[in-house]
């Protein structure tokens, strides 16, 4: 079955069809209270025959509060292979996390993204003859959920990897990195000396501080370590040369958990060198450094050849003397033995892959109409600032090949792909072999009403603010909220002001508003302390608030990204949680994008009409529970407040208790991956200890 692009006729048929039966007796157990509803059963059938036929492109076409994770839930466990799940960004990949692992609490459900809090990356701009030196701050939580998800997909089947676009960077290479792990057994003949050697080869650190992932320490005949993948600590008792004993501990309370009789210990670093490999792309290195320098010569170009040479040198003798030098990824093919050009290995490298190299694994592109533009526009930025800093002598030729993979390379790593979204792009058009249509909600919901206003005041008609304003009060009187979306930041603070100042209690959201900040408004604005938000782009992909009667959209007919047709079915979808929804386009004329997104509206209500009709069924608002994260932020702050005024008074040991405290419930929220929490946390502890070592 193929489904045409929006507003041209289908073929689905949308009656009742008896309930899929989730798999039990595969990879996944999936678990849920809910059965699958409305459309969902058509489309679990429909993409699981198209995997099972060996269909390469799919695409799910589900419309806003279809429930989309629950029917991809469905397919992974009805395809029986482990997933990959890209979305376009951390928060959302961090949510999706949230669902996969509550639909799948027996199996191995993994984050993966970026570990950089902050990252500025090496350029240089010849118009200024400024460098920019590469400067990067790693979150070590993201890190250790990195190297989780590497694991799991080394040792067991039944893993689904939420990733973003990082999933295309290069990582070290799976087999070097599975080759290199050690395990460690009762009964095994070691001793403490080459227990501690054997470590420090799989790039541990050793200190006598308190143990964090990547670290070990060794006292008497006791040898403790934290693996990279995992909070736990584990304890090696050594008789003679013989392990006695390995216990699991506690990192916090040091209470200990449980007696093991074996553990793996995989490395530290994902990139992983052996000895004779090292000395191999040293001279490597050094070959394409001369070669280099001659034809910077050849080019007259004196004073790049000299920086490049002196940067070369310096980080040779580098990784010579300690294995490691500032920005050693772009020597990368070297040490992973690739040829020029050849594409780096990924995070999907890590996944299994049959005797000929095709992938044995499913992929999930979510929001794929931002996500597939997403992972096809990286490798091209990366290219252009690479080629600046070798032109001018900052870096060697093979500094290229640090890079993320061509769309073209990733097509060619992933096997069969389902697109998901409730605006299919081009391209998923184009490729798709089948497109599902989701366009019933278990809950009998439509699609709102679609109304055209003027923008500017007629004889007939007032102005755009003048009947969003009259509009916004019938709805707040009646108890629903409002959603005003404009072009610019500028136009949202200052509509917000006239709205305040006719009355309407407004607030606005858009890029500058911190991330914690813009997460209390939206839960105020749920919650009815204003009701009416402003905003700009932010109004689209995620935004889940069912309160929302009206939807305002100003300057419909200003034509671009923003009034696309894509982002106009987005905006509408957002009036699509309530009974009550409804949307005006203000606008003095009907561009193509408003036609497209008025006749796709209209055609989804039609559809969903019928099958209520049908099947009797009264459509109900969704209820979601209003849960904000930043009582517990404001909280903790308040408590370290409080806490840090009365420090003076207390001992060092119940500092420390505090400090023991706050780091078990940060670990607490990177586990629900509540990094805003664990952030906060962070920065915390770090104060107290500054307080402690100053007392």
Known sequence: MVIGRLGKPISASYGIVPVHESLSMGLFNLVSEYQPAGDQPNAIEGLSTGLADGLTHQTLLGVTGSGKTFTMANVIAEANMPALVIAHN?????QLTQEYREFFPENAVHYFVSYYDYYQPEAYMPASDTYIEKEAQINEEIDRLRHASTQALLTRKDVIIVASVSCIYGLGSPTEYEKVHKRVEVGMETS???LVDAFVGIYFERTNADLEPGKFRAIGTTVEVMPVNERIVYRIELGGDRVERIQTVDPTTRSILSDEQSFFLFPAQHFVTPADEKERAVRQIKEELEE??????????PLEAERLKRRTNYDLAMIREIGYCQGIENYSRHFDGREAGEAPHTL??????????????LTVIDESHVTVPQIGGMYGGDRSRKETLIEHGFRLPSAKDNRPLTFEEFEATVGQRVYTSATPA?????????????????????DPKIDVHPVTETKTDS??????????EKAIKKGGRVIATTLTKKMAEDLADHLKERGVETQYVHSDIKTIERIDILTAFRRGEFDCLVGVNLLREGLDLPEVTFIGILDADKEGFLRSATSLIQIIGRAARNVDGAVVLYADRVTNAMREAMDETERRRTIQLAYNTKHNITPQTIKKQIHDITDQMRSEHDKVVDRELAIDEQSDKT?????????????????????????ILRDEIKKLSEKLQQE
């Open 90 to 94: 951390k928060t959302l990949a961090a």
């Open 192 to 194: 403490r000396r080459q």
């Open 292 to 301: 280099r320098l001659d034809q910077l010569k050849r080019l007259d170009k």
């Open 348 to 361: 999907l490298s890590y996944f299994p892959h049959d005797e000929q190299g095709n992938p044995q694994f």
């Open 426 to 446: 081009q391209y998923e058009y184009d490729h798709s072999e089948k497109i599902v249509e989701q366009i019933i909600r278990p809950t009998g919901l439509v």
């Open 463 to 472: 102005g755009q603010v003048a009947d969003f304003i009259a509009r916004s």
């Open 655 to 679: 500092v420390k208790q505090l400090i023991k405290e706050k780091e078990k419930r940060m670990n607490a929220a990177v586990k629900i991956l509540d990094f805003e929490t664990a952030a």
